[in-house]
C-alpha cells in the first residue's frame, strides 16, 4: 500500500480562501473532489486539526497530508502478454492488439487489458481504473497510455479534456473520397439502441470533432488518416458512417461488404474475412506530465489491416481507375 505524505504552509496570498480551494491549488497534482474527500475523512489536517473544505483561511496556517492509497480496483489479475512500447516510473504507452477488450464489464468480466495491467504492475489497483486514462474500442488496434501513479493520473486526465493529446488514427473506409475534410457534429447515446452512438443535437450530445485527410483511393474504398479533437465514444466511427463512409468491417455503423467491379477472388476473401472496424490508433503524442518531456510514439499497422491495404492496392493495380 502507497502512503502519500506532504507538509506546507497556506501562502498568505490565500488568505480569504475556502480550504478546499486553496489545497487545490497548494497540491495540483491531485484533483479537487480527491482533495475534497481527504478533508473530510481528516486525512489532511489544518494546524494539526480536522477542518471542514469550506472554512475560510488566514493564511500561514500549517497543512499536513498523509493518506494511505486503498484498492480501488478489485479486478484479478491475470497474465496476458502486453506489447508495451515505452514504460518509465510514471507512465507506460502499450499498444493494444484488436479484440482485447479494455475494461471488465457485462459479458466481459475478465482477460481485459485492465486484467493484464493488474499483473503486470499490481499497485495500479490503487489509482482509478487501474491508471487507464482513455480507451480504444474492443475491435480497435493501437497506442494508449496509463498512469502508473495518482498525480500521473489526475495530468494526463487534464491534458486529455484540454485537447493537448494528439491521437492519429488510421482508417479504411468504403467509397472512394476526393479530399479530407473535418466533422463536427455532437454525439451522444442513440434513441433506438443502446450499445450505439449517434449524431445528436447540441442539446442531446456533446461536442464532437474529427478531422481526417485521404492518404489513399482505392476502386471502392479510401485509406485515411483521422485525428482527433475530441474523444467521445466511438466517435470516428459514428462521423466517417454520417458522412457516408463507414469504416470497412464495422458490425455497428453500416460498414458492409463493398466490390469493386471484377474483384479478385483474393480481394472478395480479403474483405469477407475483415470482421471488425479497420481503425488503428498509429501515433500518440505528449508533453510527459511529470518530467516535461515531448514524446511520441508510433504503431504500425496489424498484420490484418496490413493484407486489407494491399489487397486494395493490387485490386487498383490491376484495373485501375475505370472500373467500378
Given at each position: 500500500?502507497?502512503?502519500?505524505?506532504?507538509?506546507?504552509?497556506?501562502?498568505?496570498?490565500?488568505?480569504?480562501?475556502?480550504?478546499?480551494?486553496?489545497?487545490?491549488?497548494?497540491?495540483?497534482?491531485?484533483?479537487?473532489?480527491?482533495?475534497?474527500?481527504?478533508?473530510?475523512?481528516?486525512?489532511?489536517?489544518l494546524d494539526?486539526?480536522?477542518?471542514?473544505?469550506?472554512?475560510?483561511?488566514?493564511?500561514?496556517?500549517?497543512?499536513?497530508?498523509?493518506?494511505?492509497?486503498?484498492?480501488?480496483?478489485?479486478?484479478?489479475?491475470?497474465?496476458?502478454?502486453?506489447?508495451?512500447?515505452?514504460?518509465?516510473?510514471?507512465?507506460?504507452?502499450?499498444?493494444?492488439?484488436?479484440?482485447?477488450?479494455?475494461?471488465?464489464?457485462?459479458g466481459n468480466?475478465?482477460?481485459?487489458?485492465?486484467?493484464?495491467?493488474?499483473?503486470?504492475?499490481?499497485?495500479?489497483?490503487?489509482?482509478?481504473?487501474?491508471?487507464?486514462?482513455?480507451?480504444?474500442?474492443?475491435?480497435?488496434?493501437?497506442?494508449?497510455?496509463?498512469?502508473?501513479?495518482?498525480?500521473?493520473?489526475?495530468?494526463?486526465?487534464?491534458?486529455?479534456?484540454?485537447?493537448?493529446?494528439?491521437?492519429?488514427?488510421?482508417?479504411?473506409?468504403?467509397?472512394?473520397?476526393?479530399?479530407?475534410?473535418?466533422?463536427?457534429?455532437?454525439?451522444?447515446?442513440?434513441?433506438?439502441?443502446?450499445?450505439?452512438?449517434?449524431?445528436?443535437?447540441?442539446?442531446?450530445?456533446?461536442?464532437?470533432?474529427?478531422?481526417?485527410?485521404?492518404?489513399?483511393?482505392?476502386?471502392?474504398?479510401?485509406?485515411?488518416?483521422?485525428?482527433?479533437?475530441?474523444?467521445?465514444?466511438?466517435?470516428?466511427?459514428?462521423?466517417?458512417?454520417?458522412?457516408?463512409?463507414?469504416?470497412?468491417?464495422?458490425?455497428?455503423?453500416?460498414?458492409?461488404?463493398?466490390?469493386?467491379k471484377g474483384?479478385?477472388?483474393?480481394?472478395?476473401?480479403?474483405?469477407?474475412?475483415?470482421?471488425?472496424?479497420?481503425?488503428?490508433?498509429?501515433?500518440?503524442?505528449?508533453?510527459?506530465?511529470?518530467?516535461?518531456?515531448?514524446?511520441?510514439?508510433?504503431?504500425?499497422?496489424?498484420?490484418?489491416?496490413?493484407?486489407?491495404?494491399?489487397?486494395?492496392?493490387?485490386?487498383?493495380?490491376?484495373?485501375?481507375?475505370?472500373?467500378?
Amino acid at each position: 500500500m502507497t502512503t502519500i505524505r506532504h507538509e506546507a504552509e497556506v501562502p498568505l496570498a490565500a488568505a480569504g480562501r475556502r480550504f478546499d480551494q486553496a489545497l487545490a491549488e497548494m497540491f495540483p497534482d491531485y484533483s479537487r473532489s480527491r482533495l475534497s474527500g481527504w478533508i473530510k475523512s481528516g486525512a489532511v489536517t489544518l494546524d494539526g486539526a480536522q477542518a471542514p473544505p469550506r472554512q475560510l483561511l488566514r493564511g500561514g496556517e500549517q497543512v499536513r497530508l498523509q493518506v494511505e492509497l486503498e484498492t480501488e480496483v478489485t479486478s484479478t489479475p491475470e497474465d496476458i502478454a502486453l506489447d508495451i512500447v515505452h514504460e518509465d516510473e510514471h507512465l507506460l504507452v502499450l499498444n493494444k492488439p484488436a479484440g482485447l477488450v479494455v475494461h471488465p464489464g457485462a459479458g466481459n468480466p475478465a482477460g481485459t487489458l485492465l486484467n493484464a495491467l493488474l499483473h503486470h504492475d499490481p499497485k495500479l489497483a490503487e489509482l482509478p481504473r487501474a491508471g487507464i486514462v482513455h480507451r480504444l474500442d474492443k475491435d480497435t488496434s493501437g497506442l494508449m497510455v496509463v498512469a502508473k501513479t495518482l498525480p500521473t493520473y489526475t495530468a494526463l486526465v487534464d491534458l486529455l479534456s484540454r485537447h493537448e493529446v494528439e491521437r492519429q488514427y488510421e482508417a479504411v473506409v468504403l467509397g472512394t473520397m476526393v479530399a479530407g475534410g473535418t466533422v463536427d457534429e455532437p454525439i451522444g447515446r442513440s434513441m433506438g439502441d443502446r450499445l450505439r452512438q449517434a449524431v445528436r443535437d447540441e442539446e442531446d450530445g456533446k461536442r464532437a470533432v474529427t478531422h481526417y485527410r485521404l492518404r489513399e483511393r482505392f476502386r471502392a474504398h479510401s485509406l485515411l488518416q483521422c485525428q482527433l479533437e475530441t474523444g467521445r465514444t466511438h466517435q470516428i466511427r459514428v462521423h466517417l458512417a454520417h458522412i457516408n463512409h463507414p469504416l470497412v468491417g464495422d458490425p455497428l455503423y453500416g460498414g458492409g461488404l463493398k466490390l469493386p467491379k471484377g474483384a479478385s477472388a483474393e480481394l472478395i476473401a480479403t474483405l469477407r474475412g475483415f470482421r471488425r472496424q479497420a481503425l488503428h490508433a498509429e501515433k500518440l503524442s505528449f508533453i510527459h506530465p511529470i518530467t516535461g518531456e515531448a514524446l511520441s510514439f508510433s504503431a504500425e499497422r496489424p498484420a490484418d489491416q496490413l493484407a486489407l491495404i494491399e489487397a486494395l492496392r493490387a485490386d487498383l493495380l490491376e484495373h485501375g481507375t475505370d472500373h467500378y
